[in-house]
T-cell receptor
């Protein structure tokens, strides 16, 4: 069965700094989703990537899909406290499966 | 347009008790899902319903049952709660199984 590994598991950055979260799949990626979860709340859909090399942006968050590496990266530019939360990647492998999440804290 | 709603928000059960978690969506979605979220393990699919009238097991179905009551509602039942079922439960829906899912706010369940 397909597995998704996210790195790092947690991240603390100073406000204004850039950061990258990676999601690596054990099998070929046919579609990759990024979600954000605020503490104590449900998941909010950020974006979906479907093709190798595809890159999408949502405000200051950019995600890219590298099919050959079976990996997606999520990049936040000039982080703000509002970016804090847990970021999860998800992939369709018959059913939607999720990585274990990356917890992001942004220090003002 | 409330999206996906879940009740209750919090629940404490004793071992052996039963309860049903309710989920409803008002987006006319065909597919609905139940997940549990545990520290360090991410989200794991318990059951899903690709369309009204169908249900299928996910990754961790043992100890749970589901009912797709109609297109809007998908309930999760714990017949005899165990401490290992202490978790946060999320319901989600999507128009089809292969596209983005919309999540409810979650139910925090503690089994003592």
């Amino acid at each position: 069965s397909q597995e998704l590994e996210q790195s790092p598991q947690s991240l603390i950055v100073q406000e204004g700094k850039n950061l990258t979260i990676n999601c690596t799949s054990s099998k070929t990626l046919y579609g990759l989703y990024w979600y954000k979860q605020k503490y104590g709340e449900g998941l909010i859909f950020l974006m979906m990537l479907q093709k190798g090399g595809e890159e999408k942006s949502h405000e200051k968050i950019t995600a890219k899909l590298d099919e050959k590496k079976q990996q997606s990266s999520l990049h936040i530019t000039a982080s703000q406290p509002s970016h804090a939360g847990i970021y999860l990647c998800g992939a369709m492998g018959g059913k939607l499966i999720f990585g274990q999440g990356t917890e992001l804290s942004v220090k003002p | 347009n409330a999206g996906v709603t879940q009740t209750p928000k919090f629940q404490v059960l004793k071992t052996g008790q039963s309860m049903t978690l309710q989920c409803a969506q008002d987006m006319n979605h065909n597919s609905m899902y139940w997940y549990r979220q545990d520290p360090g393990m991410g989200l794991r699919l318990i059951y899903y319903s690709a369309s009204e009238g169908t249900t299928d097991k996910g990754e961790v179905p043992n100890g749970y049952n589901v009912s797709r009551l109609n297109k809007r509602e998908f309930s999760l039942r714990l017949e005899s709660a165990a401490p290992s079922q202490t978790s946060v439960y999320f319901c989600a829906s999507s128009s089809q199984t292969a596209i983005e899912q919309y999540f409810g706010p979650g139910t925090r369940l503690t089994v003592t």
